[in-house]
């Protein structure tokens, strides 16, 4: 198994482009999270989806858009690229049925916006 | 979910025990106690999980004091690939957000 899967690994981007990052997993696992992690703190949760055909907002969903294309699939999309979206950009997934389940992470997408 | 507590960074020898301290005072009883870490930008990676009882896994132990207020993630024989950043991370059990906090920078040194 790949586990969770990113693309790009790198992007750069002018302020004002928009880009989508993907993000797939092959463990069947139901739920999906973005996180964003800026430099020297921890992870901020951006959307979730508990399951196929939901989303939820996190914490700093604000100039995000997220779809979960089926279940193995979440992509986070950038309308208008800001300088402080400049982050590197974490997937997760997670199975549900057992309450207590751990998150898998994807390897990151850095994100540098100029 | 609770707020967690944790010292900004630790120094451990290699191969003695690392012992890292987590305050969750305002833990509810529905709540799980989480560690992950993360090495060298990386994404975060699951080590052990516990509700009240002490746990023990492959990777490390837990420590729950018995009034849940404060936990320790024990790592037996540390090693340098041991060096990273340890989150601990309160939540409730039925939902699957993560709230991180700045975690514990721990250096193993040869």
């Known amino acids: ?114 | 979910d609770a707020k967690t507590t944790q010292p900004t960074s630790m120094d451990c020898a290699e191969g003695r025990a690392a012992n890292l301290p987590c305050n969750h005072s305002t833990i509810s009883g529905n709540e799980y106690v989480y560690w992950y870490r993360q090495i060298h930008s990386q994404g975060p990676q699951y080590i052990i999980h516990g509700l009240k009882n002490n746990e023990t896994n492959e990777m490390a132990s837990l420590i729950i004091t018995e009034d849940r207020k404060s936990s320790t993630l024990i790592l037996p024989h540390a090693t340098l690939r041991d060096t990273a950043v340890y989150y601990c991370i309160v939540r409730v059990a039925n939902t699957g957000k993560l709230i991180f906090g700045q975690g514990t920078t721990l250096q193993v040194k040869p």
């Open chain 1, 1 to 114: 198994n790949a586990g969770v899967t990113q693309t790009p690994k790198f992007q750069v981007l002018k302020t004002g482009q928009s880009m989508t990052l993907q993000c797939a997993q092959d463990m069947n696992h139901n739920s999906m999270y973005w996180y964003r992690q800026d430099p020297g703190m921890g992870l901020r949760l951006i959307y979730y989806s508990a399951s196929e055909g939901t989303t939820d907002k996190g914490e700093v969903p604000n100039g995000y858009n997220v779809s979960r294309l089926n279940k193995r699939e979440f992509s986070l999309r950038l309308e208008s690229a800001a300088p402080s979206q400049t982050s590197v950009y974490f997937c997760a997934s997670r199975a549900t049925g057992i309450s207590y389940n751990e998150q898998f992470f994807g390897p990151g997408t850095r994100l540098t916006v100029l």
